[in-house]
């Protein structure tokens, strides 16, 4: 065959198909369809935006709370000199100004750490707590018994649920031999 001669056309290719040659394809179950399709698509889309953002928030309150509790733990040091500081004030005039001054601070570092949620550890007299209390020492005592806290070197803190420090303790070792 030849580029000038043409090839045998099939007539069936020209005449219009039947319906039952079609597939039968509803165009408006098909936008239908298709517009579900978008709006499923939109509706997780949402919910993962959603989902984002929450968990930015989520992410941005625990950073917060870590920074809050790393300036709290670097106060802690500050509070123990202020408190042995105030100990040596009290022994001179308790009218003086800087004992009234002092005693205005110490009063406005207690409510700073009240308001932030610190609590001090109770320790004295209190049963050991290895997750609350460090044991620096163990005495012998004839009138703690063995186990109980005789006394307490450093204040231990905690915020809520979460410790700061531990407490600095001595603890007893019941009756001498």
């Known amino acids: 065959m030849t580029d000038t001669e043409s090839k045998p056309v099939d007539k069936m ?3 219009p198909k039947t319906a039952e040659e079609t597939p039968s394809v509803d165009p408006i179950a ?15 889309n949402q ?17 917060i709370k870590r920074a809050k509790i790393g300036l709290l733990e670097d106060l802690l040091p500050v509070l123990d000199n202020f408190e042995l500081g ?6 001179g005039d308790p009218k003086s100004p800087i004992v009234f001054g002092m005693e ?9 750490m009240s308001s932030a949620g610190v ?27 063995e186990g109980r806290i005789i006394r307490q070197m450093r204040k ?3 915020v809520r649920d979460r410790l700061l ?10 009756k001498g031999a």
């Open 13 to 15: 290719d020209d005449e």
């Open 30 to 44: 098909a936008a239908q369809a298709e517009a579900l399709k978008w709006k499923d698509a939109a509706a997780r």
């Open 47 to 63: 919910a993962e935006l959603e989902n984002y953002r929450k968990r930015v928030a989520r992410d941005r309150e625990d950073d």
């Open 86 to 91: 105030m100990i040596e004030v009290r022994k």
């Open 104 to 112: 205005m601070i110490e009063r406005q570092l207690k409510e700073f």
């Open 119 to 145: 609590e001090a550890v109770d320790a004295a007299g209190a049963v050991f707590d290895p997750n609350l209390h460090e044991a620096v020492g163990q005495e012998s005592s004839e009138t703690v018994e």
């Open 156 to 158: 231990g803190y905690k």
């Open 165 to 174: 420090r531990a407490a600095m303790v001595v603890v007893s070792k019941g």
